[in-house]
């Protein structure tokens, strides 16, 4: 039985089919060749070829502008104490204070509430304090010893604060209630307000010399950092080598850093300062070298240094771990140092009357005489008049004492070739 097979008929929508995917081929050929300029994808692809962010961090590096070194700067300070230095810290304070700057004062956990209460009551109690709102006390102290991490540790943490908090300023010089002022802050800000704001006045130098050994090598774990009481730090036996990755320099722990650097170290964005500081965390005097090495291996900020601590010191020979105490017969090697600061200073009090009475104009218990703090006019408050007055400055021989130090250090054909060497 034969069977017959029929063709089989082609459906009547296979032909539209074909059509239509050949119409749809020829347009997405069309627009690739002919409309690409108007393409939102291709501009997309052209931008990213073009515009490429930057692979490493170190590209994205961002460094605050600075002011003009025309205008008046504003320093902001710190200023810190321990047990029994709230006398000593309140004359500091009113030493150095000026209505444009910023203060931080600090008490640590060592020293008794009634201090730290005292400092407080003393600041809110201060109507030129109240008026102004410049003056903060870190009411949440910390466990400062000189010989661990923790000064560095709480200079940070005061910086944070005046960042935060203090507005615009320029530099940032830590201090203690052992210094004292050998000219007024119109000296000091008239002076400043010629000198590039970017500078950073750090004393430092790589020849680390006997410290490799005796501070770099050993390991130290300084109780500061966990302990609510002071005690001396403690030494690990095992030795560790020099790091490799950057280099180690010393210097005096006194500095007046620019406002850049000083966010630098905080934000820490291509995290070198971080490193750092865990390295000094179990180094031996790290107030001597954190800021220093940090400083010397950023290139941002490496060509910045100037060599000086701006303080006159009056050290031991061979020196010692701390400076002797300052007395009447260090007064004119003071002056003619041309330093803007001094330390050490203790119970001497006829020293610091002396130079309260011949250098900075100060009456007891009162502040440097100043433009802003005319109080001729009683009908005036003291935020008019400290409006009015701030910023017309009235320098005095301290300016001219300071234009000498100053001016010699960055006039020095050498300068330079002097940074972080």
């Not at 700057?101 to 005292?118: C, F, G, I, K, T």
């Not at 002396?354 to 100060?362: A, E, F």
Request: hydrophobic share 40%; aromatic share 12%.
């Amino acid at each position: 039985m034969e069977t017959t097979i029929k063709p089989l008929k082609k459906k009547a929508w296979f032909l539209p089919l074909i059509l239509s995917l050949l119409t749809s081929s020829i347009l997405i050929i069309f627009s690739l060749f002919f409309t690409s300029s108007s393409n939102p994808f291709h501009q997309s692809t052209l931008k990213s070829k073009t515009h490429q962010n930057p692979v490493f961090v170190e590209s994205k590096l961002y460094i605050s502008p600075t002011k003009p070194a025309s205008s008046v700067p504003k320093l902001a300070y710190l200023i810190s104490g321990s047990s029994g230095d709230v006398e000593s810290l309140k004359r500091t304070l009113k030493a150095l204070y000026h209505p444009l700057n910023q203060y931080v004062v600090h008490l640590d956990l060592e020293s008794p509430a009634e201090e730290r209460l005292a400092l407080v009551d003393f600041v809110n109690n201060e109507a030129v304090f109240q008026e102004v709102g410049n003056v903060r006390v870190v009411t949440r102290s910390n466990l400062v010893t000189y010989r661990g991490p923790t000064m560095v540790t709480n200079t940070l943490h005061a910086a944070a604060i005046l960042l935060k908090e203090g507005g615009d300023w320029d530099w940032f010089i830590n201090l203690s209630a052992s210094d004292y002022p050998l000219v007024t802050q119109d000296d000091l800000l008239h002076t400043f307000s010629t000198v590039p704001r970017d500078l950073n006045f750090i004393e430092h130098t790589s020849d680390i010399g006997w410290k490799e050994y005796q501070r770099a090598k050993p390991v130290i774990i300084d109780p500061g950092l966990y302990s609510l009481k002071k005690s001396d730090v403690f030494w690990v036996s095992q030795k560790r080598s020099v790091p490799t990755a950057y280099k180690l320099f010393t210097g005096s722990a006194w500095m007046m850093l620019s406002r850049p650097f000083i966010e630098y170290c905080l934000w820490g964005w291509d995290n070198l300062p971080r490193i750092v500081l865990m390295y000094y965390a179990n180094f031996l005097s790290s107030p001597e070298g954190y800021f220093h090495t940090v400083i010397c291996n950023a290139e941002e900020f490496k060509n910045t240094t100037v060599n000086h601590d701006l303080h006159f010191i009056s050290w031991d020979n061979p020196p010692k771990q701390h400076p002797h105490f300052l007395s009447i017969d260090d007064y004119e090697r003071m002056v003619e140092s041309h330093a803007p600061f001094a330390r050490k200073f203790g119970e001497d009090k006829e020293l610091l009357d002396k130079i309260d009475l011949q250098l900075l104009g100060r009456e007891p218990d009162g502040f440097v005489t100043s433009n802003w703090f005319d109080r001729s006019d009683t009908n005036k408050t003291i935020a008019e008049s400290i409006v009015k007055n701030a910023t017309q400055l009235k320098p005095g021989p301290g300016a001219e004492r300071i234009k000498t130090l100053i001016g010699g250090m960055l006039s020095d054909k050498d300068f330079h070739a002097k940074h972080c060497i």
